[in-house]
């Protein structure tokens, strides 16, 4: 007698939020109609910018185990300036979090999420990766990175992870170097020249890609290229559907919409933001 296979879990995967914490309830509300028991995933930068960065914090963290986000940039951003490594910006919206009651329990909790997470052969980062990682060493490099970020020495971690360079990846690279390298593909790559090289200098769209610069994903011969990979981060790029891509930021804290997507059916949920920050702040 022949068995039937269980179906995977449905999972939504959520693009950039930046302190909207209304516009995710909102969006919750409708996977909540679509999917009542869904995965619920979060391509980082879950704080900043937007007006309920504690909120937000504390909404996905009483989701429990039913949800988890990758790190993005701003999120280790908020674990710098919360212990004195980096100072606030100008157009931070972090206080609130930072003068809460469970200011440090929600930072504890925020230090132990992944760097990337492998979901129905998704595989999801924040920004990006080097065409000469494969899915499987994209995985076990930022396992190092959050071994240590969940360790005793986590502080030394993001006291060094500041800085543009090495900006190409070497498997010799030892030490912060190697850390650093890993953390600012995995949370702040847009464009990647053929050799390997990151810019962190463009937050343009692709129509403006910088001198012999290309975005990470279009690299050739791309190691990553036979699973689908999960990211947000690039606002500028937008909503990007293509077989090996999914690109998730659409610009929530710009007066854009918040996204998410369903694994694995590719099912489209979106609601309008409010703009939080006027044309022409950074990106």
């Known amino acids: 007698m022949s068995t039937l296979k269980n179906s995977p879990q449905t999972c939504y995967v959520i693009g950039d939020i930046q302190g909207c914490c209304d516009q995710l309830e909102q969006l919750l509300e409708l996977i909540a109609l679509a999917a009542p028991t869904a995965k619920i995933l979060f391509a980082g930068d879950l704080v900043n910018r937007g007006p309920k960065s504690l909120q ?22 908020l674990l710098a300036v919360a212990n004195g490594i980096r100072p606030s ?11 809460a009651p469970d200011c440090e329990e929600l930072l504890d909790w925020l230090r132990h999420r992944p ?3 492998l979901e129905q052969g998704h595989l999801l980062v924040h920004a990006g990766l080097f065409p000469a990682w494969s899915i499987e060493k994209t995985l076990n490099l930022a396992q190092e990175v959050e071994q240590i ?28 170097e190697r850390w650093r390298c890993i953390i600012n593909a995995l949370t ?8 390997g090289v990151m810019d962190f200098a463009s937050k343009d769209g692709t129509a403006n ?37 999914i690109s998730l930021d659409t610009g929530c804290v710009w007066g854009g919409k918040l996204t998410a997507i369903s694994l694995p059916g590719r099912d489209l949920l979106q609601v309008e933001c409010p703009q939080q920050l006027p044309p022409g702040k950074t990106k």
């Open 56 to 77: 937000t914090l504390r909404l996905v963290k009483a989701m429990g185990a039913r949800a988890d986000s990758v790190l993005g940039n701003h999120d280790l951003h």
């Open 149 to 176: 970020l969940r360790g005793s020495d986590w502080l030394g971690l993001l006291r060094e992870m500041y800085g543009n360079t090495p900006d190409r990846w070497s498997d010799a690279l030892q030490g912060s």
């Open 115 to 117: 760097l990337a997470i």
């Open 209 to 245: 890609a910088p001198p012999g610069f290309a975005p990470w994903f279009d690299i050739a011969n791309r190691k990553s290229a036979n699973h689908t990979v999960i990211f947000g981060h690039w606002s500028t790029l937008g909503l990007v559907l293509r077989p090996d891509l």
């Open 188 to 195: 702040r790559m847009r464009y990647c020249s053929g050799d």
């Open 89 to 99: 910006h100008k157009s931070d919206t972090l206080d609130e979090i930072l003068k």
